[in-house]
């Protein structure tokens, strides 16, 4: 059974910074896309970038610059960095996953739509106080 568990979230002042982790567990196929999104109370859930098996990423418009994915496939782990925080960064972030057979690979959508996953983690808080 596929599980992704998030960490690294908290409370932090405006224009700092924090990375998030995500760890991976129970999936059988090594070919996937993994994001991350975040969501605020009333509204949908929001793509923050995505990432590849084969190490490709891309972002929507509206994150790029403060924003970094990354992943360490070793380490079944996926990351985000976060910088130059702002106080509307705060949300429940999320990290998701879509497993599919190599066979049946097409590569990710180059902008994260949340019901494009089947596997999510129970989020991480992020708070950034102004």
């Known amino acids: 059974q596929v599980q992704l568990l998030e960490s690294g979230g908290g409370s932090v002042q405006a224009g700092g910074s924090l990375n998030l982790t995500c760890k991976a567990s129970g999936y059988r196929y090594g070919t996937y896309c993994m994001a991350w999104f975040r969501q605020v109370p009333g509204k949908e859930r929001e793509g923050i970038a995505v990432?590849?098996?084969?190490?490709?990423?891309s972002y929507p418009d509206s994150m790029k610059g403060r924003f970094t994915i990354s992943q360490d496939s070793a380490k079944n782990t996926l990351y985000l960095q976060m910088n130059s925080l702002k106080a509307e960064d705060t949300a429940i972030y999320y990290c998701?996953?879509?497993?599919?057979?190599?066979?049946?690979?097409?590569?990710?959508?180059?902008?994260?739509?949340?019901?494009?996953?089947?596997?999510w983690g129970p989020g991480t808080q992020v708070t950034v106080s102004s």
């Open positions: 990432i590849a098996s084969d190490g490709s990423s």
């Open positions: 998701a996953a879509d497993f599919v057979p190599a066979n049946l690979w097409v590569g990710c959508p180059a902008v994260p739509v949340q019901y494009e996953y089947n596997f």
